[in-house]
C-alpha cells in the first residue's frame, strides 16, 4: 500500500484513467508484494524499518524534483507545493536515523514530458496512500503530522485537492497531446524503477 492511489472520484477524461490504472495494475501490485513495502502498514513496524523506508522513498522524491520536476514544469505550475524530500529528512532526523547512501532509481536522460508525467502520477499517487500509513505510523510510535511523520502527513486536508488538481492536468494534458501510450509508459516505468529501487537496497 505503499503506493496507493485512492478511488476518490476523479476529474474528466475517465477513459484515459482507467486505463493508466490497469495498465500499470500489475506492476503496481508487485511493488505493493515487496516485503519493506508490507512493512509500512504492519502494526509491528520497528523503528529500523520505518528509518530504511524513509531512506529510500528519500531516494525516489529527491530524484522526482530535482531531475523529473524540472521536465514538466510548464505542465504543473505549483511544483515547489508539491515538493516533499526534505520532509523525509526531518522525519529521518527525528527517529535519530541518518541517510547513508543516495540512490536515482529514474533515470531522467532525455525523457518526453508525457514520460515524465507518468513518473510524476506514480509518485504523487503514493501521498494518497500516505494518508492511510501515517495512521499505522501514529499508533506504532506516536509520531504525528509535526513530528516524525511529515512526509505521510501529504499535504494534511488539501492532499485530495491536490491529487484532484494534478490529475485534472494529467487529464488535460493528454487531451491536448493525445498521449496515452507514453504516459501510461512512464507510470508503468516509474512503478517498476520504484520496485527494483526498494527491492535492491532493502533486508529480504
Known amino acids: 500500500m505503499s503506493l496507493e ?16 490504472r490497469s495498465k500499470t ?9 515487496l516485503p519493506i513495502s508490507k512493512s509500512i502498514v504492519n502494526p509491528e513496524i520497528t523503528i529500523e524499518e520505518y528509518a530504511l523506508y524513509l531512506s529510500l522513498m528519500h531516494d525516489v522524491v529527491k530524484n522526482l524534483e530535482e531531475d523529473i520536476y524540472p521536465v514538466i514544469s510548464d505542465v504543473i505550475p505549483d511544483l515547489n507545493e508539491r515538493k516533499k524530500a526534505q ?11 541518518e541517510k547513508k547512501q543516495n540512490h536515482s532509481p529514474f533515470d531522467a536522460a532525455g525523457i518526453s514530458v508525457p514520460f515524465a508525467m507518468g513518473i510524476m ?11 492511510f500509513i501515517i495512521k499505522n505510523i501514529q499508533e506504532s510510535f506516536g509520531f504525528d ?16 485537492s491536490f491529487w484532484k488538481k494534478f490529475l485534472n492536468a494529467l487529464t488535460d494534458f493528454e487531451t491536448i497531446n493525445n498521449s496515452e501510450d507514453e504516459i501510461i509508459a512512464g507510470a508503468d516505468y516509474a512503478f517498476r524503477a520504484i520496485h527494483k529501487h526498494l527491492s535492491d537496497n532493502s533486508v529480504s
Not at 5 to 20: A, G, M, Q
Not at 121 to 127: D, K
Not at 145 to 160: L, V, W
Open 121 to 131: 502520477y506514480v509518485v504523487e499517487g503514493s501521498t494518497l496512500g500516505g494518508r
Open 87 to 97: 520532509l523525509i529528512l526531518n522525519d529521518l532526523e527525528f527517529t535519530k536515523s
Open 5 to 20: 492511489n485512492s478511488n476518490i472520484d476523479e476529474p474528466t477524461t475517465i477513459t484515459f484513467l482507467d486505463n493508466l
Open 25 to 33: 495494475s500489475a506492476s503496481h501490485k508487485k511493488l505493493e508484494a
Open 145 to 160: 503530522e509535526e513530528n516524525g511523520a511529515s512526509y505521510f502527513g501529504g499535504y494534511g486536508n488539501k492532499t485530495g
